[in-house]
């Protein structure tokens, strides 16, 4: 008889020490995990859709630039041809000449200004998206605390079993296809 409760005991014990161990480690430790920013980032459908709208619209700006650098180039050789050949220029060709590189480099500037401005609007899209899929993501899996680690000091080190990139990016990505 003795020797059964000491081995209720000790197995009573046991169960009240797991239990204990498991609520503590439930309710007074945090579930924590990183992602590589650049890395989940750069592995978004939705930043290589956005990527390809913005090289399509800046490489047709290109070819209207290069376009009227072109006119603009055998203006001038045709306006040094004449001032080579001794020839008198009309004020008109040269004031439409000058008319033309003023626009040119106008359009060359706002262009410029109308790229970063579409690279910042797609950029801030694509983050928005982001944030807010990364925070699905940590709500589905139970997470406390997902930190982002983009190599300037924030998380300086952590196991690699705290990485969910890979994860992360695999559900951001079916997410935006609706596929989960």
């Known amino acids: 008889m003795k020797m059964k409760t000491v081995i209720f005991t000790i197995v009573f014990s046991a169960i009240g020490c ?3 161990l498991m609520t503590y480690n439930r309710f007074y430790t945090t579930k924590t995990a990183y992602v590589e920013i650049k890395k989940v980032f750069n592995g ?3 930043k ?3 990527e390809a709208k913005y090289n399509q619209v800046q490489n047709e700006r290109a070819k209207i630039l290069d376009s009227l650098s072109f006119g ?3 203006l001038a050789k045709h306006l040094n041809d004449e001032k080579n050949a001794g020839n008198t220029i009309a004020k008109e060709v040269v004031e439409r000449f000058e008319y033309k590189r003023e626009n040119y480099l106008k359009l060359k500037g706002q262009y410029a200004e109308d790229n970063a401005a579409l690279s910042k609007k797609y950029d801030e899209q694509i983050l928005g998206q982001l944030t ?3 925070m699905e993501y940590g709500k589905e899996k139970d997470y406390d605390i997902i930190l ?3 190599g300037n000091g924030n998380l300086m080190y952590s196991k690699e079993s705290y990485n969910v990139s890979d994860e ?6 079916n997410k935006y296809k609706g596929l989960e």
Do not use: H, R
């Not at 992360?168 to 990505?173: G, L, Y």
């Open 148 to 150: 982002g680690a983009d």
């Open 44 to 46: 978004f459908l939705m």
């Open 18 to 20: 797991f239990a204990a």
């Open 48 to 50: 290589g859709e956005l």
């Open 132 to 134: 807010q899929l990364v």
């Open 168 to 173: 992360v990016i695999n559900f951001i990505n």
């Open 72 to 74: 603009l180039k055998v």
